[in-house]
């Protein structure tokens, strides 16, 4: 019984394409994250929602795009894929609104390759 | 603007000997601090966190962590390496401020026999 899924896990593709990354939790939660590992390990959060409605929208480029068609899913999609979005996408959930105090449970991450 | 150190991106212990993994924060105003468990080709997990009660903080396998204001640090300690322990390991740091959670590049942990 997973608790935070994510879809694909490994993602190879073409520079210029456009894919998206799939999100489930069966937590219950409210809140849901999606967050950038890059090779060097370092992690940043890069999206938030809560029940639908986006709480957190750090500085990315605006070809990454969230989309949360109800409060257990929240989708990334990439659009014009360049060879620096190459990295681990992490999605994560918690119970509370906002409160980035709250334990956030991960999913296992998508291996993104832009060649 | 807060961050967090962790001193050390490898750290090799043997098998039965203590653990100390290092993390330093920086925040003008009172942390939240974490530690975070990532084993291989998986997502973190949550394994103490500090949230202003108790300076000591027991987390799950045996791990624990000490807040020590006077010295920014948050050290997470295990008296005894397993095997299992073997994992990159991440501290993290949140402030009301800056309304996120911001994490130190990782400190991968290897145990040896």
């Known amino acids: 019984d997973t608790a935070v899924s994510q879809t694909p896990k490994y993602l190879v593709t073409q520079m210029g394409n456009d894919k998206s990354i799939k999100c489930e939790q069966n937590?219950?939660?409210?809140?849901m994250y999606w967050y950038k590992q890059d090779s060097k390990k370092f992690l940043k959060i890069m999206f938030s929602y809560n029940n639908k409605e986006l709480i957190i929208n750090e500085t990315v480029p605006n070809r990454f795009s969230p989309k949360s068609p109800d409060k257990a899913h929240l989708n990334l999609h990439i659009n014009s894929l360049e060879l620096g979005d190459s990295a681990v996408y992490f999605c994560?959930?918690?119970?509370?609104?906002?409160?980035?105090?709250?334990?956030?449970?991960f999913g296992p991450g998508t291996r993104l390759t832009v060649l | 603007a807060q961050s967090v150190t962790q001193l050390g991106s490898h750290v090799s212990v043997s098998e039965g000997a203590l653990v100390l993994l290092r993390c330093n924060y920086s925040s003008s105003v009172p942390p939240y601090l974490f530690w975070y468990v990532q084993y291989p080709n998986q997502g973190l997990q949550l394994l103490l966190k500090y949230t202003s009660a108790a300076t000591l903080v027991k987390g799950i396998n045996g791990f624990e962590a000490e807040f020590k204001k006077s010295e920014t640090s948050f050290h997470l300690t295990k008296p005894s390496a397993h095997m299992s322990d073997a994992a990159e390991y991440f501290c993290a740091v949140y402030t009301g401020t800056a309304s996120k959670l911001t994490f130190g590049t990782g400190t991968r942990l290897q145990v040896t026999l």
């Open positions: 937590l219950g939660h409210d809140t």
């Open positions: 994560a959930s918690s119970q509370l609104r906002g409160a980035l105090t709250d334990t956030q449970y």
